[in-house]
């Protein structure tokens, strides 16, 4: 599975920014990751490309919607409220055999995309 993530940029605290991920095939899971300097990669989304199951991590409750496109394969991170806390690189994610339970553990995930770098300024 290819994965391209686009859709990062500076935005101002309290704006919003989609980020995109398209897959090249289709995976039973798609995820969102971001690391910011200094701090190890976290989790932030995921979802269950059947179905539409998904996971947040509390720190984006609330704020972050995962969506997808099944026709298209492509999970999208709708963020609002940014905040600068949230400035990080955003990586998606992909892999065909995760059970819920793995799903915010990123070595658990076989597929990687690029990152995409997104700002929040104060």
């Known amino acids: 599975v290819q994965l391209q993530a686009s859709g990062g940029g500076p935005v101002q605290a309290g704006g919003s920014l989609r980020l995109s991920c398209a897959a090249s095939?289709?995976?039973?899971?798609m995820g969102w990751f971001r690391q910011a300097p200094g701090k190890e990669r976290e989790f932030v989304a995921a979802?269950?490309?059947?179905?539409?199951?998904?996971s947040y991590a509390d720190s984006v409750k609330g704020r972050f919607t995962i969506s997808r496109d099944t026709a298209k394969t492509t999970v999208y991170l709708q963020m609002n409220s940014l905040r600068p806390e949230d400035t990080a690189v955003y990586y998606c994610?992909?892999?065909?055999?995760?059970?819920?339970?793995?799903?915010?553990?990123?070595?658990?995930?076989?597929?990687w995309g690029q990152g995409t770098l997104v700002t929040v300024s104060s």
């Open positions: 994610a992909a892999d065909n055999t995760l059970i819920r339970s793995s799903w915010a553990q990123s070595s658990a995930y076989d597929y």
């Open positions: 095939s289709r995976p039973k899971v």
């Open positions: 979802i269950l490309l059947s179905g539409g199951t998904t």
